[in-house]
């Protein structure tokens, strides 16, 4: 008899620590759960993500995808999430200038449908414009001393013309350089008294990943392959090159065992520019089999000329 009422109390403690262990465990599912939901849809909202404060106005990443998606052109878009340290510095610079627009008096003007049509200017440029162009109202100086030191400098490229028939052409040159050079002066001092701060973890974790380029030893093999070879010396940087990519791609499949197309980067490869005399890119130099260049071309190249000029060169069809 008290050996059953031991086993059954002993079986009543056995389910109650089970429903215990089972409350804690779902305790800690939903604490778990709550954290995590709060870090995806709290903290890692694109709205609550700060990638800089400028003099503590905070710059976040829904704010810089916004501004990336109102650059047209795609390729452009892919250049600047490859390197977004330079796109976001521009925001940063646009940030400082609505600053400073503010404390003149400046406000945003209200958003009108002319604002929604394409190639008009945003309200924040607007402003900015604006703050510019007061700030910078008085047209500099210039005098007849430079005029005449900038027609003595460049004489020779003024097909003979008299001085006074080209004075106001040089007056307007020296005033826009000095105008811009007022610009770069008072952008500088802008940003040099800014109390920027830039989340470079989180600017790293948007940037995307830059197309592969080819190493020095892609080239060497290459060149004693024995096949004609395309090297396009270039940069992930430039657009014309980064234009010439899909193109060398469909080139590099459709001829595969008789022709190769390489992309070398001049900036990673510098001994190779400087080598092959590369002096502007894209420049796409030819091989021939036995590796020696048989012909070259700055710029970009259609895909019908490049594969002329292989053929033309040894590669078999």
């Known amino acids: ?9 002993t079986e009543s403690k056995g389910g109650t620590m089970k429903r215990k262990i089972i409350i804690f465990v779902a305790i800690a599912i939903v604490v778990l759960a709550g954290a995590f939901l709060f870090y995806f849809f709290y903290l890692e909202n694109p709205n609550r993500q700060v990638l ?3 003099n503590d106005e905070k710059v976040t990443v829904e ?3 916004k501004e990336l998606a109102n650059v047209e052109t795609p390729l452009i878009r892919d250049m600047l999430r490859e390197e977004p340290n330079k796109f976001l510095e521009g925001m940063v610079m646009k940030t400082l200038l609505l600053q400073e627009a503010k404390k003149q008096g400046l406000s945003t003007p209200v958003k009108t449908y002319k604002d929604a049509e394409k190639g008009s200017r945003s309200p924040e440029e607007t402003i900015i414009t604006e703050f510019m162009e007061k700030k910078f109202s008085s047209p500099p100086e210039v005098t007849r001393e430079e005029i005449e030191g900038f027609y003595k400098m460049y004489k020779d490229r003024m097909e003979g013309k008299p001085l006074k028939e080209v004075a106001p052409a040089i007056e307007q040159i020296i005033r826009e350089a000095k105008q811009r050079e007022a610009w770069g002066q008072f952008l500088g001092e802008l940003r040099k008294n800014a109390k920027v701060e830039i989340n470079q973890e989180r600017l790293q974790k948007i940037t995307a990943k830059a197309p592969e380029s080819n190493t020095e030893e892609d080239f060497k093999q290459a060149l ?3 096949k004609p070879i395309l090297v396009d010396f270039g940069a992930n940087s430039c657009v014309p090159c980064r234009q010439m990519r899909p193109i060398l791609r469909e080139i590099d499949k459709e001829y595969t065992g008789r022709a190769r197309t390489l992309v070398i980067d001049v900036y990673k490869y510098q001994n190779l520019a400087r080598e092959y005399k590369v002096q502007l890119i894209p420049t ?9 260049e048989v012909f070259r071309h700055v710029g970009v190249l ?3 000329k490049i594969v002329a000029k292989l053929k033309e060169i040894g590669m078999g069809t």
């Open 52 to 54: 800089a404060r400028v």
């Open 302 to 304: 259609d895909k019908e």
């Open 284 to 292: 796409l130099v030819f091989f021939d089999s036995k590796g020696k």
């Open 63 to 65: 704010q810089f995808n």
């Open 1 to 9: 008899m008290d050996s059953t009422v031991e086993e059954q109390s």
């Open 224 to 226: 004693a392959s024995g």
